[in-house]
């Protein structure tokens, strides 16, 4: 069984979701959380206004949100919704809108859900994939193709490997004679640092892996708050647009991702950040 579908709440699935904004979108796929008794109002609520507040940072690639707010209390076990919209919804977003694909996440701590939110990373990263979650029509197709989509070896995106430096340090140095030695980290942002920052991350270090610099640069998912406070531990920060207008000025450069499932963006933010 994929690692999704053993957080799917059983029954929290809606295929036909109907919804006149952003907001009755994310409340449905609470409901499902709430309904399953994963999760109560209070969280529901919060991930509504975790958008009022940041923005629409959650809608992480194009047609696909992906809800969440803080662990809390309000939280009972950690479990995901799935809600497919009849008619896709604005969010707000200048590049991913509208979204047809809500993923609602109740997490109990920053670690219980990691291998799920890395598996969907890289289903929603594949077109075939994609499509097929797109056409299911029961919950039991959608748990069979999620289960099918697991067990690929093989993603359908490539990214080509790095040869003009071997190291991230090198990189910097060989190109400009101010430029700084790495500091060896990345730090990825959310406003949570528990759902899409992972999504990016993921994505980051699929990258990273294909460059063949995996091993000398650490990838910190990591939420508005702490990244103020530690980026300058950092080669630079990772995030969308509206996480990057709330950070600010961090003293690090800032670079904004619209797709974080998307490895081709993400290899042309790395070689354009490290000069290769």
């Not at 809500?102 to 594949?126: C, F, I, P, T």
């Not at 490539?158 to 060896?184: F, H, I, L, M, Y």
């Not at 990772?238 to 081709?264: K, Q, R, W, Y």
Request: glycine content about 8%; overall charge negative; proline content about 4%.
């Amino acid at each position: 069984m994929s690692t999704i579908n053993k957080l799917l709440a059983p029954g929290a699935v809606e295929l036909n979701g109907r919804a006149s904004d952003w907001r009755e979108a994310i409340r449905l796929a609470g409901n499902l959380l709430e309904s399953s008794g994963y999760a109560t109002q209070e969280y529901t609520e919060a991930m509504v206004k975790s958008v009022e507040h940041n923005g629409p940072y959650i809608v992480v690639a194009p047609g696909f949100a992906f809800a969440h707010a803080r662990p809390s209390e309000a939280v009972k076990n950690t479990a995901l919704s799935w809600v497919r919209l009849a008619q896709p919804v604005e969010f707000g977003h200048k590049s991913n809108d509208p979204v047809s694909l809500v993923v609602a996440l109740a997490a109990r701590d920053a670690s219980e859900h990691l291998a799920a939110m890395k598996e969907l990373a890289g289903l929603l990263g594949d077109s075939a994939t994609r499509s097929a979650l797109d056409s299911v029509s029961t919950e039991e197709e959608l748990r069979d193709a999620l289960d099918s989509a697991g067990v690929k070896k093989t993603p359908e995106q490539k990214t080509p490997a790095v040869t003009a430096t071997a190291t991230p340090q090198a990189a910097r140095s060989e190109k400009s004679s101010d430029s700084v030695p790495s500091k060896g980290k990345i730090l990825t942002v959310c406003g949570n640092g528990l759902g899409t920052s992972l999504f990016l991350k993921n994505t980051l270090e699929q990258v990273l892996d294909a460059w063949g610099w995996g091993s000398y640069l650490d990838v910190e998912a990591t939420d508005t708050i702490t990244a103020k406070g530690r980026a300058k531990e950092a080669d630079f920060l990772l995030t969308s647009g509206e996480i990057a207008a709330t950070l600010g000025d961090v003293g690090v450069p800032i670079h904004v991702i619209e797709d974080f499932t998307n490895m081709s963006e993400i290899d042309g933010a790395l070689r354009e950040l490290y000069d290769v």
